[in-house]
């Protein structure tokens, strides 16, 4: 019975964190609405949010403040590769290595509590080197999991900034081309490229920020390719700035860059075509493959079995 509502209450807290992930990454308001939201009350949107994203960080910072310093590097924060990764990631807010460090902590000591629980009440019997050793590799699993998850975040923003860059590019090139300036080419990109990748357009818009506080194009520039960590975003830097620096026509160069940019997202998408039979071969072989041979034979083999066996033994 003991081990029995063990097991219920840590199907209910796992099933209660799934649904409550999936409607926090679900219930957020997609680009639309939000531009819907600031065009019914354009005034009190900015204010508002400001204060609410204030306002969280310091609760969630407050919250998990003492369990983060446990796993928060002493010195060394400002220049660690870690923040360049979190800047890589999109998580910009000041709560967001607070989680991060909490997490580490908190999933190291708590997945060999929950087992040296399951074992006190199931009376599991394991020799002491075994629980070391499940021990070790449950407190390493915790402590580098959410490495996991901030690596898979910054695989999928960097696809997402590799897919909307040549979209990015062709809008600046019809700005452009229609008389604007580099810089309100950028901002004009910016607020369009938004509703097809709010990661892009947060670089995009930072950029501008950064040339209205003072600082040089091409500095700017690099700041955006440092944060998103793309090998696209990098070569497209260098040609603006190698542009900016010769006096070169930035429009003939956003056209082959942008046709440039284009045939690398066709090549990307023809590489994860080509990789669709290889990854479909381990779930064909380990699934499919079987349930179908067993439709396909078993009718056969239920009649050898009841029919073919008992002639050859005489029966």
Not at 185 to 207: F, P, Y
Request: glycine share 6%.
């Amino acid at each position: 019975m003991n081990m029995q509502i063990v097991i219920l209450v840590l199907i209910f807290l796992a099933v209660t964190g799934l649904a409550m992930s999936v409607t926090l990454w679900f219930g957020r308001d997609p680009a639309l609405r939000q531009r819907l939201n600031q065009l019914v009350n354009p005034e009190s949107k900015g204010e508002k949010s400001l204060i609410a994203g204030s306002e969280w960080q310091a609760r969630v910072i407050k919250a998990v403040g003492p369990m983060a310093k446990l796993s928060t590097p002493k010195v060394g924060w400002d220049e660690s590769s870690l923040r360049v990764r979190f800047m890589q990631a999109g998580l910009r807010e000041t709560a967001w290595p607070a989680i991060y460090f909490a997490a580490k902590t908190v999933l190291a000591l708590l997945w060999p509590g929950l087992f040296v629980l399951y074992q006190g009440l199931s009376a599991m019997q394991m020799t002491a080197t075994n629980t070391i050793l499940v021990l070790v590799l449950l407190t390493a699993l915790g402590y580098y999991l959410p490495n996991v998850l901030l690596a898979n975040l910054i695989k999928h923003r960097k696809r997402e900034v590799e897919d909307a860059l040549p979209d990015a590019l062709d809008m600046m090139l019809v700005c452009v081309e229609a008389g604007l300036g580099l810089d309100a080419a950028m901002n004009r990109a910016a607020s369009e490229i938004g509703l097809r990748s709010e990661a892009m357009a947060d670089e995009l818009n930072l950029v501008a920020l950064e040339l209205r506080m003072g600082v040089k194009r091409d500095q700017a520039l690099r700041n955006m390719a440092l944060r998103t960590g793309v090998d696209d975003v990098a070569s497209f830097v260098a040609m603006l700035v190698q542009a900016d620096r010769f006096g070169t026509n930035v429009a003939d160069a956003l056209r082959i860059e942008a046709e440039t940019m284009r045939t690398h997202r066709r090549l990307r998408a023809e590489e994860r075509a080509a990789k669709i039979p290889l990854k479909l071969l381990f779930p064909l072989i380990f699934f499919i493959f079987p349930s179908l041979m067993l439709v396909l034979l078993g009718p056969a083999m239920i009649s050898i079995y009841r029919v073919l066996l008992p002639t050859m033994s005489g029966g």
